[in-house]
């Protein structure tokens, strides 16, 4: 066997083994739930073991040759990318407000044996029952499998990594089917799909929408690959991260529907009829099963209890969740404008108090700016300080390409089309978050550049793409993980501390809830109290809206 062939089908195997594992993790619970079971123990393990059969099958089915060490080294890969992602997760508190409050608190609830299809609605006092009740779970439940077998929250934000770790692997697969020859250049466009900023600074957090970006990206780069080389596999593949795609969010059901729209149109150009209309049917089974049966809760509950399976963004007394955190500047323009004053603007944090947007150069950026991408939710230019810059010079390769190759680069325009008019379904493609398919469209320009043969010019521009890209993603990574760790470190200082407190203390938790839990896990009794009334001083904890008495002496004591 050829070594880019092996690299291939390794690449490819891992990944898919890694998206049935995700996708499983959802599914399997999900089906548990409409035959009136709970969550158990036993289902990441069911999980599991369904993902290391597809590997096998994968293995067989996809390799050229040497299925059983294409089997072993992707088993072998998949378990140690697991084992590496769920120890890392473990080290990172989730220190976001969404995530401290309705997601970990939905996480929570489910593994404690909550079952959103046959048990009734929950009622909490932190309000946010009406987001957990109401909201697509497939993230949530993926997540709450791991937390029920293994006893540890925190390392269950695992499924982001392992997303991002699968998008990148099925993204070199397709890429080097593309072009073996280009090697290098696979590689380091992969790399670079998979470190999608959104992706970067949730991915120690139980926020959804890097994780809906990651899937995306399979979904992408699946869909590639059937073009290239249509078969079942492929297509049962697609059909597990549409599934799971659709059950992330409730616009991520428009996002499916246009990548999938675009495969087919690219099946009937290339005149793959037979394809054509196989995709067709399984695309329409698999719709029709994350929506009726996966997704029972919310689509279906919503839809009879509340008339509309969109409910509360849709409907009667539908809740606008943007309007208060949209810039003032903002509310004046259409969407279109939006992105262009959000994604040429200054890097600004989520925030209420609907501070216009300022527009900053291409290129340019200070270093007080980028403390903004230690956090989870950047409303403005979401995808970096340098993602203006990239746009710029993208917008530049693809007119030179077009000049060499005009018939290679329409090509190119048609998939940055799709993924335009994917983001541009939503009202809100000015906040990255809510699009995180936008990242992937200059890194389209990036790969036409290095596969256009005999131009200097273009490959001198794709370089100088690549190359802005490149520092734009280290530098977001480089602030998010450096800032949590820090975050993270002084928060397990904080619970050390109290474990020397005289208990049961008395916490008021505020929006987050789940914090309860990480109490629990350092051994500290609470007693919960809203108004807090203390005798002696207070600790409140870092990014995470708990509030505790302690008793300053007894601390004082404890440490001499």
């Not at 929950?122 to 109401?134: D, F, K, R, V, Y």
């Not at 596999?233 to 799971?244: G, K, N, P, S, V």
């Not at 036409?448 to 793409?465: D, E, I, M, T, Y």
């Amino acid at each position: 066997m050829r070594d880019e062939n092996r690299v291939v089908s390794i690449s490819l195997v891992t990944g898919m083994t890694l998206l049935a594992l995700i996708a499983g993790a959802f599914i399997v619970p999900a089906l548990l739930f409409v035959a009136g079971l709970p969550i158990g123990k036993a289902d990441f393990w069911l999980a599991a073991a369904l993902a290391v059969s597809f590997c096998f099958i994968a293995s067989r089915k996809l390799a050229e040759q040497g299925h059983t060490t294409v089997f072993a080294v992707s088993a072998g890969l998949s378990a140690v990318l697991f084992l590496c992602g769920f120890l890392v997760s473990g080290h990172f508190y989730d220190l976001s407000y969404d995530g401290q409050s309705y997601h970990q608190e939905a996480i929570i609830h489910l593994a404690e044996g909550w079952n959103p299809v046959y048990d009734k609605e929950l009622a909490l006092p932190t309000g946010q029952s009406i987001w957990i009740n109401h909201y697509a779970k497939a993230s949530e439940i993926a997540a709450a499998t791991v937390y029920k077998a293994t006893g540890l929250l925190e390392h269950s934000k695992v499924m982001n990594l392992l997303a991002m770790a699968a998008s990148g692997l099925l993204s070199l697969a397709a890429l080097l089917s593309l072009r073996p020859e280009r090697r290098v250049a696979a590689w380091a466009v992969a790399f670079l799909l998979a470190l999608n900023p959104v992706a970067v600074y949730q991915s120690f957090t139980f926020y959804v929408d890097g994780l809906l970006g990651s899937l995306l990206l399979c979904l992408l780069a699946l869909g590639t690959l059937i073009v290239m080389r249509p078969g079942w596999l492929l297509l049962a593949a697609y059909t597990l991260a549409m599934i799971m795609v659709m059950n992330i969010k409730f616009t991520a059901i428009g996002y499916a529907g246009v990548l999938t729209a675009g495969l087919l149109i690219a099946l009937y150009m290339s005149e793959q009829f037979a394809a054509l209309k196989r995709l067709f049917r399984v695309a329409a089974i698999g719709a029709i099963i994350g929506v009726l049966i996966v997704g029972y809760n919310p689509y279906v509950t919503n839809t009879l209890r509340d008339g509309h399976p969109f409910y509360p963004l849709a409907g009667e007394n539908a809740i606008d969740v943007v309007k208060n955190f949209t810039p003032r500047n903002l509310e004046r323009m259409n969407r279109f404008e939006q992105v262009a004053a959000s994604y040429f603007g200054v890097p600004m944090g989520n925030s209420t108090d609907k501070k216009p947007t300022q527009f900053q150069w291409p290129f340019t950026f200070t270093a007080k700016e980028l403390p903004t991408f230690a956090e989870t939710d950047v409303a403005v230019a979401g995808f970096g300080p340098l993602f203006s810059g990239a746009l710029v010079l993208a917008l530049i390769v693809f007119a030179l390409a077009f000049r060499k190759r005009p018939g290679i680069t329409l090509a190119a325009v048609g998939v940055v089309a799709v993924l335009a008019v994917s983001a541009f379904l939503n009202p809100a493609a000015w906040w990255a978050r809510y699009v995180p398919q936008f990242w992937v469209i200059p890194l389209v320009g990036v790969w036409l550049a290095f596969c256009l043969n005999g131009s200097r010019v273009v490959h001198a521009a794709g370089f100088a793409l690549a190359a802005v890209i490149a520092v734009n993603a280290l530098l977001v990574s480089g602030i998010f993980v450096t800032k949590q760790w820090a975050w993270s470190e002084q928060l397990r200082n904080q619970l050390a501390q109290l474990q020397s407190v005289p208990q049961p203390v008395k916490a008021d938790f505020t929006y987050s809830w789940s914090n309860r839990e990480r109490l629990k896990a350092y051994g500290i009794a609470f007693k919960e109290e809203k108004p807090l009334s203390c005798s002696g001083k207070t600790m409140t904890l870092i990014k995470s809206g708990t509030t505790l008495c302690v008793d300053n002496r007894s601390m004082q004591a404890k440490a001499q």
